[in-house]
């Protein structure tokens, strides 16, 4: 996986107009434990990541439309609401992805609850101005994870079609809007050394607990799917997957740290290249989806 370059560009020039999208993915139900091309332990990973989602994207939502009133931009508001069309359709598809995994037998709902009242809780906690950095840090997790899915074809190598076609579709959606929040964040915050220590510790703090979280709810999941099976090998073949080839975690790492720059952008890595599957995908599936 290649290392994310970043280089001088005109950020406002570079980002897309987010589109919301009405598309519905169907999933061959059976393939649910075993969708991913490096097997079932690899498959729970993208699972595990698929929880999220819904209750995630709500909370993303709310922190955002929390400073809708104060952006002046006409440009900006229409990405705002492409953002939130975008989230709102990620968040129902998943959930549809999710209740999949329920019918099989996996802790899913259970999983998706405690995460719901985790998010409950940071909403009461935390001001809106954290939960709109906690909001830019997690979209910027997700804007790099989907990067290296759409730059490199190992990431979705050898998976049942439909599942990938579901995690590209997310994937170049993140990327489409994927400056949104954090110019809602330029544009309300101070440009002050408080601002940005505050970005920088949303990133730490959600990266901290994403990943814990994800550990341990992948362990549970894996468990629950193949529960007569030794794991060893299914182990040893995700960390393989995450840090050897395609190192889908371990080449996450310097576009991470490119965040805690003061002059931080996410249009600083242009990939707007990668976007132009978007109509061929839209078009394919609207074509499915009206049969
Ligand atoms: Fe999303
Ligand atoms: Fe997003």
Not at 102 to 121: C, V, Y
Request: aromatic share 12%.
């Amino acid at each position: 996986m290649s290392a994310q370059s970043t280089t001088a560009v005109d950020t406002a020039a570079v980002a897309p107009m987010p589109v919301h999208r009405d598309l519905h993915f169907p999933f061959p139900p059976e393939r649910i434990t075993d969708w991913h091309g490096e097997g079932a332990h690899v498959t729970q990973f993208f699972n595990t990541l698929s929880l999220y989602f819904p209750e995630g994207e709500k909370f993303f939502i709310q922190s955002v439309r929390h400073y809708r009133d104060r952006i002046t931009d006409p440009t900006l508001q229409q990405a705002v609401a492409g953002f939130i069309g975008q989230e709102a359709m990620h968040g129902r598809e998943h959930k549809v992805f999710n209740a999949l995994m329920d019918d099989a037998g996996l802790p899913a709902s259970r999983i998706e609850n405690f995460t719901t009242n985790r998010l409950k809780m940071a909403h009461k906690i935390f001001s809106p101005e954290m939960q709109l950095s906690m909001t830019i840090a997690l979209e910027h997790l997700t804007a790099i994870m989907a990067a290296d899915l759409l730059s490199n074809p190992k990431v979705l190598a050898g998976s049942h079609p439909d599942y990938a076609r579901l995690w590209r579709w997310h994937a170049l959606e993140e990327t489409e809007h994927k400056a949104v929040a954090f110019d809602v964040w330029k544009t309300v915050m101070p440009n002050t050394l408080g601002s940005y220590l505050r970005r920088c510790r949303g990133l730490l703090q959600t990266s901290f607990f994403f990943w814990l979280f994800t550990a341990i709810f992948h362990v549970r999941m894996v468990r629950a799917a193949h529960p007569r099976q030794g794991h060893l090998r299914g182990y040893l073949r995700l960390a393989r997957f995450l840090f050897i080839s395609p190192a889908a975690w371990l080449s996450l790492a310097p576009a991470w740290f490119a965040y805690f720059k003061p002059g931080f952008h996410p249009w600083q890595h242009d990939n707007r290249s990668a976007l132009v599957e978007l109509d061929q995908l839209t078009t394919e599936l609207a074509g499915e989806n009206a049969r």
